[in-house]
């Protein structure tokens, strides 16, 4: 079962096996949102979560692929409890410094061993360069810089991995959403906006087509005959809820915007019987 | 009111690159285009606004786009004097519906008119599709085609000139 965790009207799938499901067996895309934690600062490629339209999100719960939930109101946690956590936090990063300053003096001493040779043959020549007569072959055993490493070697905090969890940790208990009816953190249940959204979008997932927002183009959705990865979309969808006036200037505006970028602007509104019609707009090519 | 006033009120408008009705003093017998303007009017369909929106669409499509063939007719439930014409001798006829820019239509009236008109076309089998001509109050008239259904926009042809400005772009950032 999918999870959906809503917060304030917003539909957000955390599990990248969740996400990968609604794309490629539900069809729908939603919008990566995330920053990734190795490119953190460029908006070019994101990463979870992903953000799915109220649209998507109400037709997951509909067709039982999925639940709503949200995290319950997290208790007040006492002064003394937040310190602890901080204080084992610290205490967890203390351990994997040592840690990792062992692990690197173990290698350090490693490597110097395999370069004993060298740095000998190093030493050598600069006391020859200085007159002095060069020393017998070197001793087996520790070199100098060998038994000195354990005071010498230098392993600052800053060098020190920190791992960054990027799967969401739960911090509490969470609650399942009813997404018929309103509450905070799902608004949208009633309104006739929506509902009239709801329709459109539902009438155009069913005919085939990939269906996201349509806002950088000044509409309601857009609709692409096929994964947005490989097409250009074709139609820019407006929803029209029932009875209400259409300025004609809004409509000279969609149609001019539709011929420049190439897509045919369809007016859609949903009947009472939830029949959506559609009327497409185009330049009639009268010069 | 009556065509005389009509073709004064239609002289004051200073636009000059527009077909316009020349004045006359009303002892000369109106012409054949003032006829049509009074065959509109007594249709008594709609009111004058709109009539007049549809009269200055009707002199655009013959006079200034040269259509072969343009009549009107009234839709009375709708309040509208619609046009049929078509643009070429070869073409069928097309169904145009003048309004003037402050009007505004619901979805569902568009629809209404579509089916209306289109029945005034007797072409069952064909989609109901409509050309509606938005009557600026400068009289600037655009077009636009309103059609049942999904309609696939035009594919983008002109892959050839997108290429050579993105090429023409690199070369100025090469040699820059």
Same mark, same amino acid.
């Given at each position: 079962?999918?999870?959906?965790?809503?917060?304030?009207?917003?539909?957000?799938?955390?599990?990248?096996? %969740?996400?990968?499901?609604?794309?490629?067996?539900?069809?729908?895309?939603?919008?990566?949102?995330?920053?990734?934690?190795?490119?953190?600062?460029?908006?070019?490629?994101?990463?979870?979560?992903?953000?799915?339209?109220?649209?998507?999100?109400?037709?997951?719960?509909?067709?039982?692929?999925?639940?709503?939930?949200?995290?319950?109101? @997290?208790?007040?946690?006492?002064?003394?409890?937040? @310190?602890?956590?901080?204080?084992?936090?610290?205490?967890?990063?203390?351990?994997?410094?040592?840690?990792?300053?062992?692990?690197?003096?173990?290698?350090?001493?490693?490597?110097?061993?395999?370069?004993?040779?060298?740095?000998?043959?190093?030493?050598?020549?600069?006391?020859?360069?200085?007159?002095?007569?060069? %020393?017998?072959?070197?001793?087996?055993?520790?070199?100098?810089?060998?038994?000195?490493?354990?005071?010498?070697?230098?392993?600052?905090?800053?060098?020190?991995?920190?791992?960054?969890?990027?799967?969401?940790?739960?911090?509490?208990?969470?609650?399942?959403? %009813?997404?018929?009816?309103?509450?905070?953190?799902?608004?949208?249940?009633?309104?006739?906006?929506?509902?009239?959204?709801?329709?459109?979008?539902? %009438?155009?997932?069913?005919?085939?087509?990939?269906?996201?927002?349509?806002?950088?183009?000044?509409?309601?959705?857009?609709?692409?005959?096929?994964?947005?990865?490989?097409?250009?979309?074709?139609?820019?969808?407006?929803?029209?809820?029932?009875?209400?006036?259409?300025?004609?200037?809004?409509?000279?505006?969609?149609?001019?915007?539709?011929?420049?970028?190439?897509?045919?602007?369809?007016?859609?509104?949903?009947?009472?019987?939830?029949?959506?019609?559609?009327?497409?707009?185009?330049?009639?090519?009268?010069? | 009111?009556?065509?005389?006033?009509?073709?004064?009120?239609? *002289?004051?408008?200073?636009?000059?690159?527009?077909?316009?009705?020349?004045?006359?003093?009303?002892?000369?017998?109106?012409?054949?285009?003032?006829?049509?303007?009074?065959?509109?009017?007594?249709?008594?369909?709609?009111?004058?606004?709109?009539?007049?929106?549809?009269?200055?669409?009707?002199?655009?499509?013959?006079?200034?786009?040269?259509?072969?063939?343009?009549? *009107?007719?009234?839709?009375?439930?709708?309040?509208?004097?619609?046009?049929?014409?078509?643009?070429?001798?070869?073409?069928?006829?097309?169904?145009?519906?003048?309004?003037?820019?402050?009007?505004?239509?619901?979805?569902?009236?568009?629809?209404?008119?579509?089916?209306?008109? *289109?029945?005034?076309?007797?072409?069952?089998?064909?989609?109901?599709?409509?050309?509606?001509?938005?009557?600026?109050?400068?009289?600037?008239?655009?077009?636009?085609?309103?059609?049942?259904?999904?309609?696939?926009?035009?594919?983008?042809?002109?892959?050839?000139?997108?290429?050579?400005?993105?090429?023409?772009?690199?070369?100025?950032?090469?040699?820059?």
């Amino acid at each position: 079962m999918l999870r959906i965790h809503v917060l304030a009207g917003q539909a957000l799938v955390w599990r990248f096996e %969740d996400a990968r499901e609604i794309r490629e067996r539900h069809r729908l895309v939603g919008t990566l949102v995330g920053a990734l934690a190795r490119t953190p600062r460029q908006n070019v490629r994101l990463g979870l979560p992903l953000q799915l339209l109220p649209e998507e999100a109400r037709l997951l719960a509909e067709m039982g692929a999925a639940v709503l939930v949200r995290s319950a109101d @997290a208790q007040p946690q006492g002064q003394s409890a937040q @310190a602890s956590e901080g204080q084992l936090y610290e205490q967890g990063l203390e351990e994997s410094y040592q840690e990792q300053r062992r692990l690197a003096a173990q290698e350090r001493w490693a490597q110097l061993a395999n370069l004993a040779e060298c740095i000998a043959q190093g030493r050598a020549r600069k006391q020859q360069q200085r007159g002095k007569l060069p %020393d017998t072959a070197p001793l087996p055993g520790p070199t100098e810089e060998q038994e000195h490493l354990e005071s010498a070697f230098v392993f600052p905090h800053e060098s020190m991995m920190v791992q960054l969890p990027t799967v969401w940790p739960c911090p509490g208990q969470e609650e399942q959403v %009813d997404w018929t009816q309103p509450s905070r953190d799902w608004p949208h249940a009633g309104h006739q906006e929506h509902e009239t959204r709801y329709c459109v979008f539902r %009438d155009l997932w069913g005919r085939g087509y990939y269906v996201t927002s349509g806002s950088k183009f000044g509409g309601d959705f857009l609709v692409y005959p096929g994964d947005p990865m490989r097409f250009h979309a074709h139609y820019i969808a407006l929803c029209c809820p029932p009875g209400a006036p259409l300025p004609l200037c809004d409509i000279v505006a969609a149609a001019r915007l539709g011929t420049s970028v190439k897509k045919t602007v369809l007016l859609c509104s949903a009947g009472e019987d939830g029949v959506v019609i559609y009327t497409s707009l185009q330049w009639s090519g009268l010069q | 009111m009556r065509p005389g006033a009509v073709a004064a009120q239609l *002289c004051s408008h200073t636009c000059s690159s527009r077909l316009r009705p020349v004045a006359r003093p009303a002892a000369h017998p109106p012409s054949a285009r003032e006829r049509r303007f009074t065959e509109m009017m007594s249709m008594d369909v709609a009111d004058s606004t709109q009539v007049y929106a549809a009269f200055l669409v009707y002199l655009d499509l013959l006079e200034g786009r040269n259509w072969p063939e343009v009549t *009107c007719f009234g839709l009375g439930e709708l309040q509208l004097v619609c046009l049929q014409g078509r643009e070429r001798e070869t073409e069928s006829f097309q169904v145009v519906v003048p309004t003037p820019v402050h009007m505004s239509f619901s979805h569902e009236r568009i629809r209404e008119i579509m089916k209306k008109a *289109c029945a005034q076309l007797d072409k069952p089998d064909s989609p109901l599709s409509v050309i509606l001509a938005i009557v600026e109050s400068d009289s600037t008239i655009v077009y636009y085609k309103l059609t049942d259904g999904f309609i696939m926009p035009d594919p983008p042809d002109d892959t050839e000139d997108k290429d050579n400005k993105q090429w023409r772009k690199k070369r100025k950032k090469l040699f820059k």
